[in-house]
């Protein structure tokens, strides 16, 4: 169950990811370089990461992950919001 509800926010952070990627506010000049030069692409990676990671630790038993993954998401679902409603 716990792998399910990774997944599930996990397709929940790429959605507000790419949001926040296209919303062209500027805070997103702010980006490292690294980030800016690839149009902030490269921080998918990023994302991709914490998700195969948590995947990989809460199909291993450890559903503790699966909590952290939820905080993580929330936690990303607050700033996408303040970003795409423009209080910040």
């Known amino acids: ?5 990774v ?5 929940a952070n790429f959605a507000l ?3 926040v990627l296209h919303s062209g506010h500027p805070m997103l000049a702010y980006l490292p370089a690294m980030f800016r030069s690839t149009g902030g692409r490269f921080s ?4 991709y990461l914490m998700l195969a990671g948590s995947m990989l630790l809460v199909a291993q ?9 939820v905080a ?3 936690i990303n679902a607050l700033s996408a919001w ?5 209080r910040v």
Do not use: C, P
């Open 1 to 5: 169950m716990g792998l399910i509800i």
């Open 7 to 11: 997944f599930v926010f996990g397709v």
């Open 17 to 19: 990811h790419k949001a």
């Open 44 to 47: 998918y990676v990023f994302e």
């Open 61 to 69: 038993g450890n559903d503790g992950w699966a909590w952290g993954y």
């Open 72 to 74: 993580y998401s929330l």
């Open 82 to 86: 303040l970003i795409l409603t423009r």
